[in-house]
């Protein structure tokens, strides 16, 4: 018995030792918590019960020149469902009503969509989509069907909202509007105005501090933000939709014509060096065309006869020789170290001047010309092409710009037909916008201007921002040189390789171009052809220049030269602006007088002074006509109100006494 007590004895005291130990550890863990890690689990238990929620900024508009809309940000909702949270019995009640609802604004079948939502109730699935990219309008329709109209909780509704970006006018333009999305680096696809102002766009995020309440529910701590949002500006663009439009579907006609594989289309403003239209195309597997690149700015290619032109300044330029200079054509063939140049006219153009070379784009012509004249000083002539900056990015704020090339006599890869193949623009690679602001550079008086597609940005009426015009050369050639340059541009369309584009009604210079240039193919590249026009217009006066390329037309009928796919496209584009756009004309002479008209009109006054010496009833005639129907009588009139005479303070039949006043009410 002694024995057993003494057992129990120790067991006891071997729990209270056991207990005390506990109570010695837990006493040191709160002292732990509430001292040592106290700091720490204190923000742990508010990260968990208290948090930070950001409030998004309004994102700016992105508007065109002419203030239309291009870019803006609208909500978009989604509609999910909870399958769990209604009752059997509201379910049931309400279910062949809500499928009824969303099968007419959803254009679905009513008995589908309810087997759907059956399907989900039995599958117990709390977050069925019931619909997405929703307007306001649609949403708030759907929130108010049966057993929805009932809440989140006893109809089991679930409201996901998101600011998306819509371009109102569609895909015109799409690839230089851009898109709010961050690109991989290297990738120019969509960098446009979007991703390029971000930074004046975006605005600046808000926080509000929100505490965890009961089923989950977040509710603000304070009446006010931790962090007021800050809405994004505005930003003006140089586009002019009109412009636009007519760009864009002058551009599409023809490669839907040719079957071409993409194109671009850019008119500039001759002055400014504002982007007006900048069209870029491509064509999709089902053969229809869309926004995909912007060739004009992103795709460096050989440029082929537009080309031309840096042979034409340079030789008048350095006075080497002058547009009369004779060359002969040698058959239309001519060769460099084994190499042929050739000529696309059969038989060449016999003996004929350097302006008449460039009018006709004869290679042997050009080709001669430079090489008689720098082949013992190929730097002199590529100098000059780095002068006008053809060898460098235009450095436009845009992502994603091609990179010129340009040989230099240093370059380990310069041989002997280096210099003659440059001359009809093969062997160097430009974008189409940079040859446009050279050519845009003769039709502004000899001053090259920077391309620009942004103009301002704007907090409501305020400027933030102005971006003026930036001149990138003051002069890229002589007076002389550059009257010379404008009389044989304007001769390649009136009596050139762009004949077939000349009007009587209106005036164009410029240049035609074809090009074979390597196209990316899977396993390589292969050749195909690059159909180019780059001028200006009017030719006397320029106000807007443009660059046309299409690449890879369908060559079945032979027909791949620039005057015959890229040249009606400029032709439609500066014709459709010319027509359209109103007259400026000033009348003259507007103010001379005409005797046959002044005796009509006093015979009519002498006539109305004889008959009319009573105040006449002007009751019922329109304000406007009433006052100068009785100021002409010699009355002052007052008139109160808008609209038709209501009352006249002088009565119908009284004498009219010269200068009193008399006062009209109008409705």
């Known amino acids: 018995m002694a024995v057993d007590d003494k057992y129990i004895s120790y067991r006891t005291y071997l729990v209270a030792f056991f207990i005390f130990m506990m109570a010695i550890a837990i006493a040191v863990k709160l002292t732990n918590i509430q001292w040592v890690d106290g700091d720490h689990y204190r923000e742990l238990a508010k990260e968990r019960t208290v948090r930070n929620f950001v409030i998004p900024a309004n994102k700016g508009n992105i508007y065109s020149a002419d203030g239309s809309l291009l870019a803006t940000s609208i ?18 009640k309400n279910v062949k009503l809500l499928s009824d609802s969303l099968g007419l604004i959803l254009k679905k079948s009513s008995s589908k969509i309810e087997n759907e939502l059956r399907k989900a109730r039995v599958n117990k699935s709390r977050y069925y989509l019931v619909a997405q990219n929703l307007s306001y309008t649609e949403y708030a329709k759907i929130k108010g069907f049966p057993l929805f109209k009932l809440g989140p909780y006893k109809g089991g509704i679930i409201i996901e909202q998101k600011t998306v970006r819509k371009h109102p006018i569609g895909q015109i333009a799409e690839r230089s509007i851009g898109y709010e999305r961050k690109m991989p680096e290297g990738y120019s696809d969509g960098k446009g105005i979007e991703w390029a102002y971000r930074e004046y766009l975006n605005g600046k995020d808000g926080k509000i501090l929100k505490q965890k309440i009961a089923k989950g529910q977040w509710k603000p701590i304070r009446d006010v933000n931790e ?9 003006i663009s140089t586009i002019d939709v009109y412009i636009q439009d007519i760009a864009h579907h002058a551009l599409l006609k023809q490669l ?75 058959g239309g063939i001519i060769t460099y170290s084994g190499r042929k140049v050739r000529d696309s006219h059969d038989g060449g153009y016999g003996k004929i001047s350097l302006a008449r070379g460039f009018e006709v784009s004869s290679n042997t012509v050009m080709v001669q010309a430079v090489y008689d004249n720098y082949k013992n000083n190929p730097t ?32 380990k890869n310069w041989s002997n037909i280096s210099l003659p193949w440059m001359a009809f623009g093969y062997g160097v690679s430009v974008t189409p916008l940079q040859t446009l602001t050279f050519y845009n550079a003769v039709a502004n008086n000899g001053v090259m201007v920077k391309p620009q597609l942004v103009s301002e940005i ?96 369908n060559t079945k009928n032979n027909n791949y030269y620039g005057a015959d796919v890229a040249g009606p496209v400029f032709k439609r584009i500066a014709q459709k602006i010319f027509t359209d756009t109103p ?3 000033v009348i003259k002479k507007l103010d001379d007088p005409n005797p046959q008209q ?44 808008v609209g038709k005479v209501k009352k006249q303070s002088i009565q119908a039949g009284q004498n009219i006494v010269k200068n009193s006043t008399i006062l009209l009410e109008l409705s």
């Open 256 to 330: 839907e014509e040719y079957e071409a594989d993409h194109g671009c289309a850019v008119v500039m403003e001759t002055k400014t060096g504002q982007i007006k239209a900048i069209s870029n195309l491509g064509r999709a597997e089902d053969g229809s065309y869309y926004e995909t690149t912007n060739y004009a700015y992103a795709e460096s290619h050989e440029p082929g006869s537009t080309f031309k032109l840096v042979d034409l300044m340079a030789i008048l330029e350095d006075k080497v020789a002058d547009t009369s200079t004779v060359y002969d054509s040698h």
């Open 458 to 553: 704007k907090e409501w009426n305020n400027t933030i921002k102005k971006f003026n015009t930036e001149v990138m050369n003051p002069r890229v050639c002589s007076p002389e040189t550059l009257k010379k340059i404008k009389a044989v541009l304007a001769n390649v369309v009136k009596k050139g390789t762009g004949a077939k584009l000349y009007s009587k009604d209106f005036s164009m210079a410029g240049k035609t171009g074809t090009a074979q240039v390597n196209y990316a193919v899977k396993g390589g590249t292969e050749k195909h052809y690059a159909s180019s026009f780059v001028g200006y217009f009017p030719a006397d006066k320029p106000k807007y220049s443009c660059i046309v390329v299409v690449h890879k037309p």
């Open 598 to 641: 002044d005796k009509s009109y006093n015979s009519y006054y002498v006539k109305m002074e004889n008959k009319q010496n009573a105040v006449p009833n002007v009751k019922g005639m329109a304000g406007m006509d009433a006052v100068a129907l009785l100021e002409n009588l010699g009355l002052k009139v007052k008139a109160v109100g």
């Open 583 to 585: 007259s400026t004309n």
């Open 380 to 411: 002199k002539f590529v100098n000059h092409i780095d002068s006008w900056g053809l060898n460098k990015k235009l450095g436009l704020t845009f992502k994603g710009e091609g990179k010129p090339f340009i040989p230099h006599p240093t370059d």
């Open 75 to 92: 909500p978009s909702y989604a509609i999910r469902f909870d399958a769990v949270a209604p009752k059997t019995e509201t379910f049931e």
């Open 227 to 235: 962090v007021e949002p800050q809405d994004g500006y505005d930003v």
